[in-house]
């Protein structure tokens, strides 16, 4: 076993012990069906130019000095195929996503393992040894692994669990899409935020239209403008579809006129409605920040007739902690919550148990009204009504406060309503 970062630098000499040059970088590429890649060449860097020589050249790989098993004058030429990995190029300092942690770190060092007398590249190091190496430092570094209460673990990635996106783009973990889908949402925002545009992009391109969506919420809408310009207009609207709607339309309101009417013609009859009832409205007030999904009931209705509509319908709202009680025409009559629902008697009709005392807001209320009647009433979503007491939709606690608090501190208050 040996670290990428010891064998840079060594004197490489060839079978007579005349100097060829120091060893720069080396090559591997994968051989059949094993994951990790075989050193196939070694590249030295000699007085005039940078030499590439064969590993099967070499005589011994791991030691003080690196000989050759043959003359300089006798050296093969060795040309590199386009598949073969540059370990110093291409991958030392490069960022992997490590899935365990939900986090972007970079890569310190490369570990090579030598298997039936072939060097493989075995494992990524992540952790402060690899640091401590490329700075001359083994022996410091061997002690630090010996006194983490950790060990290895979680310093060290299998490079079979590692993709490489390409020469001028990060590392990430090779997972499937479906463990990509199954990190929560903020965990797959905070990877994309730690990543450039373009990388974050890439991370995008890989992932459901529901997923992206969901990732793209937790995200202020100029940084989710940006991950979606070079994005299709199908699947950018494929998005939007999935998206709250006063989400889809904060993002619209982001993107030039032109891409956001073309959008808004993509997408779906219902959800463009919704979403361009409130681009009608200033963003800075109840009609703008307001999501149009919500649940309501009618007064004649059981319980259990309320509770079978839930099941059947809630997917589709913002929340369910709350549910309004509309006539035919969409006026507010009242509201439960969902504690109330459960713990009535299935025959009881919803105007026994609702409360008629609704607090509310209207479609012109500003957001910082909409964030007062929130905390003064100690709510998580509060009605938006027009001037006839027809409900539009509802605000939610975190978007009331969105501008009252950091984006980063109202993402990480717990989602009571859902």
Sequence with gaps: MAFVSELIGKTVTDVDGERVGALKDL???????????QITAIVVKGRNADRVIAVTDVAVLIAPGIPLKVRLKDLSPYTPEANE??????????QIIDMNG????????????RVNGSMYLSNV???????LRR??????????TERSRQGRAGSVISWDDVELLGSDQPMR?????????????????????DLNRSESREILETLDAKTVADTLEEVEPDFQA????????????????EMAPDEAADLLAELPEDRSQELLKLMEDDEAKDVRKLLAYPEDTAGGIMNTEFVSARLDWSAAQTLEYLRQTANEAETIYYLYVTDEAGHLLGVFSLRDLVLTAPDERVSDFMSDRVISVNL???????AQVVSKYNLLAVPVVDEENVMHGIVTADDALDKMIPTAWKKRLPRMYH
Excluded at 27 to 37: S, Y
Excluded at 176 to 184: A, I, M, N, R, Y
């Design 27 to 37: 090559l591997a590429t994968r051989r059949g069906k094993n994951p990790h890649p």
């Design 85 to 94: 990995l540059w370990l110093v190029r291409d991958v030392l300092d490069k």
């Design 102 to 113: 939900v986090r972007v770190v970079r890569v310190n060092d490369l570990e090579i393992t």
């Design 125 to 131: 190091d992540i952790g402060g040894a690899g640091l």
């Design 135 to 144: 700075l001359g430092l083994s022996t410091l570094a061997r002690r630090s």
């Design 173 to 193: 973990l090779k997972v499937p899409g479906d463990k990509l889908v199954e990190l929560h949402p903020a965990d797959l925002a905070e990877i994309i935020s």
């Design 226 to 241: 940006s991950l979606v310009e070079d994005m299709a207009n199908e699947k950018v609207a494929d998005v939007l579809e």
């Design 364 to 370: 012109l209320d500003s957001q910082e009204d909409c």
